[in-house]
């Protein structure tokens, strides 16, 4: 039975890295390969179904609303397919496509709670990866790609209230910051996740404090 869920993990691995090799948004096989590995870790520690967990990690970006017009069920969609093609089990394509439908963040006032212990590892791996050196880099990888401006004082954050809103949201990247990342930490299901956001939350915070110093011209130059 183990080797037969190596060899399912192995074949959705191979598919997802050859078509997200290219992707330039931050949204690329590196991303879901960290977010793989993390949720495996996380998974070990919590005593998650490995399985389960693996192949929702691996496709849980197959195919992001962010991408396609604000679609958020193409991406279970597409999940259930592809897992349907390589023959994974109907009970493992329920609980994988349903990991994937709520995965997402949906605003700052919004809450889709995870359903069941392998979901919360997957969601808090995701997260995760949007902390930290690792979150700054593709918040403004996503932000360039999506043609957003970095910075705009004259733009607020906003705390989107509903889903629509937030999908809707065209803010600056160092808004997404406030809208978002920031608030991650606090959101995590697992004491792994809880424990790994600390230290990648405080250093987001020091990046936008020193951002701003800079950008309004605060911080002495010392030639």
Not at 170 to 194: C, I, P, Q, V, W
Request: net charge negative; proline share 2%.
């Amino acid at each position: 039975m183990e080797n037969e869920k190596n060899t399912l993990v192995s074949r959705v691995a191979a598919h997802i890295a050859a078509r997200f090799a290219e992707e330039s948004s931050g949204h690329d096989w590196h991303h879901i390969n960290r977010v793989w590995k993390l949720a495996g870790r996380i998974a070990n520690d919590e005593g998650a179904d490995q399985e389960v967990v693996e192949l929702a990690a691996l496709v849980h970006d197959i195919a992001d609303w962010k991408f396609h017009g604000g679609d958020d069920a193409i991406g279970p969609r597409q999940a259930e397919q592809l897992l349907r093609q390589e023959g994974a089990s109907e009970e493992v394509i329920r609980h994988v496509v349903d990991i994937v439908a709520t995965i997402s963040f949906k605003g700052a006032g919004v809450r889709a709670e995870m359903k069941t212990l392998e979901g919360k590892c997957v969601q808090d791996a995701d997260r995760l990866d949007a902390l930290g050196a690792i979150g700054i880099a593709r918040c403004f990888a996503y932000g360039g790609h999506a043609g957003r401006l970095m910075y705009d004082p004259d733009v607020p954050p906003v705390l989107h209230g509903t889903a629509e809103a937030y999908k809707a949201a065209k803010g600056t990247s160092l808004n997404h910051f406030y809208e978002k990342l920031l608030l991650l930490k606090d959101r995590m299901n697992t004491a792994t996740g809880r424990a790994l956001a600390q230290e990648r939350h405080r250093f987001m915070e020091e990046f936008v404090e020193r951002f701003l110093e800079e950008w309004n011209g605060a911080r002495e130059v010392h030639v």
